[in-house]
């Protein structure tokens, strides 16, 4: 007798949200002020034309832009101070649990006890996010021991798809029968690679952290399950989003506070050529799927942009979709990274019926794109 691929399932999921929240408002005032500051002290430089005037922020042009509100952050001192514009982390000797390894415990408990789970019964935690604190030992590895956690435990980092690779990477384990119950935590600190000095980009981020239990459907104890139907990934190279910060900087003798060395993006390029490849693959792994745009009850997509997420939607359903059926959570909480989709898929995953098709979708960076469509199981 030939034995049955285990279901790679979805039993639990859990949110952190970072401790203090800055509206729109007050950081338009920051970015403001230091922009005045800027101005004032190149004036000569500016009236002789060897460099532009910072132009202010706006609350409008926010809002227009992305349909951001607020974020949460870490710390917000040291963000709206416009002498610093950038958090401050107090240093940690190693001794003591890293920041980013301790803001994935809570989320990471939460999703837990969701699926009725213990840490103990984790037998792989993938760490998968954006910006790691440290290149070595990985992050998961110190989650891991914090937690409790059984087996083995690696980083990931596929910017803001993360996430979404790497609940496939869970899928893969379970299907491979490598691991009983798997642990994707996505402990996004990105207040820390945003440059809150550019007019461009100083809105777009929050922090947070998301988990997610993927583990055999046949083992779940817990109601409510969503059992993962198919994964799809692609990535195609572009620099249209870029962050060039690494422990080779120290080496080209450059200021690893420099522009480059942060979060940059070509916004209008990056738009027009990652919708369409986003509408695409997820037609693609809908039609694969023997499913269609329209028999998908929920979609939870990466909140970077209210009108990406708007065009995408659109142009797989043929119309505007409801907040119910395509969930935006960015207003309140910014782009997250690869926490995004999963913060959407957390926090309006009830209401859906026995069988409902929904889709988890990242993209970004890359840039890359990651599919997971999931049944809901009462």
């Known amino acids: 007798m030939t034995p049955t691929t285990p279901v790679a399932s979805i039993t639990g999921t859990g949110l952190w949200n970072a401790p203090e929240v800055i509206t729109n408002e007050e950081l338009v005032a920051s970015f403001n002020e230091y922009a005045r500051l800027q101005n004032e002290a190149n004036a000569a430089a500016i009236a002789r034309g060897e460099i532009a005037a910072l132009t202010p922020s706006s609350v409008e042009f926010i809002e227009k832009a992305s349909g951001i509100r607020r974020r949460y952050v870490i710390d917000r001192k040291g963000v709206l101070d416009p002498q610093r514009m950038r958090p401050y982390f107090a240093p940690r000797p ?41 290149p070595y030992p990985a992050m998961a590895i110190e989650v ?55 007019r461009d980009s100083h809105f777009i981020f929050g922090d947070v952290c998301t988990a997610v239990v993927v583990e055999d459907a046949a083992r779940a104890t817990a109601p409510g399950r969503f059992d993962i139907l198919g994964t799809r990934l692609a990535t195609r190279f572009s620099n249209n989003i870029r962050n060039n910060a690494g422990f080779l900087s120290r080496c080209e003798d450059i200021d690893r506070d420099a522009h480059d060395q942060l979060f940059v993006q070509e916004g209008r390029k990056v738009f027009k050529e990652v919708c369409p490849m986003v509408v695409e693959h997820i037609g693609g792994h809908l039609a694969q799927l023997g ?5 998908v009850a929920r979609y939870w997509l990466h909140q970077a942009n209210l009108n990406m997420n708007q065009f995408i939607a659109r142009k797989l359903l043929g119309s505007d979709p409801s907040l119910e059926r395509a969930p935006v959570i960015l207003d309140e909480y910014a782009n997250t990274a690869s926490a995004g989709s999963i913060i959407a ?34």
């Open 345 to 378: 898929f957390h926090r309006h995953r009830d209401g859906l019926a026995d069988g409902d098709i929904g889709v988890i979708c990242s993209f970004g960076a890359g840039y890359s794109v990651g599919c997971v469509v999931v049944r809901r199981v009462n």
């Open 144 to 198: 891991q021991q914090a937690l409790g956690t059984s087996g083995y435990a690696y980083d990931m980092n596929v910017a803001c798809s993360s996430a979404t690779f790497g609940i496939e990477q869970a899928a893969n384990a379970i299907r491979a029968g490598t691991a009983r119950a798997v642990l994707v935590v996505s402990p996004e600190i990105t207040s820390a690679h945003l440059d809150w000095r550019d």
């Open 291 to 295: 499913l269609t745009p329209q028999g």
């Open 94 to 134: 190693n001794e003591e649990i890293s920041l980013q390894a301790e803001i994935c415990l809570s989320a990471s408990r939460d999703a837990l006890a969701m699926a009725g789970r213990d840490a103990a019964d984790i037998d792989l935690l993938i760490l998968a996010c954006a910006n790691m604190q440290r």
